[in-house]
Nanobody, 124 residues
Framework: QVQLVESGGGLVQAGGSLTLSCAAS????????VGWFRQAPGKEREFVTS????????YYADSEKDRFTISRDNAKNTVYLQMNSLKPEDTAGYYC?????????????????WGRGTQVTVSS
């Protein structure tokens, strides 16, 4: 069993940056694909990015690939999402998720473990 805890969300002005963290407990991320999804009110949960823990391969949704960066810290068993040049349309709850396997997995139903999310609000 893997427990995921996100942190780092908040209120930021358009053009600003935030770094989200996803810490795992219960086991390491070794052998897992770890992803970030986001969900705005009234919208479906959408894929943002994912990383293969063992190999470090990352994959991005087209709309985020130039602004967002996913990374990992093996020692801390933590995945990060660096978000730059934030826009009001980035406002959403951001969720960390994980599953065993190499990935990338871009649909929510592929994932087994989810955090409770952290809110990101971008003001114009």
């Amino acid at each position: 069993q893997v427990q995921l805890v996100e942190s780092g969300g908040g209120l930021v002005q358009a053009g600003g940056s935030l770094t989200l963290s996803c810490a795992a407990s219960g086991r390491t991320f070794s052998g897992y694909a770890v992803g970030w999804f986001r969900q705005a009110p009234g919208k479906e949960r959408e894929f943002v990015t994912s990383i293969n823990w063992n190999y470090g391969n990352s994959y991005y949704a087209d709309s985020e690939k130039d602004r967002f960066t996913i990374s990992r810290d093996n020692a801390k068993n933590t995945v990060y999402l660096q978000m730059n040049s934030l826009k009001p349309e980035d406002t959403a709850g951001y969720y960390c998720t994980a599953r065993n396997g190499r990935g990338p997995f871009v649909r929510p139903y592929f994932y087994d473990y989810w955090g409770r999310g952290t809110q990101v609000t971008v003001s114009s």
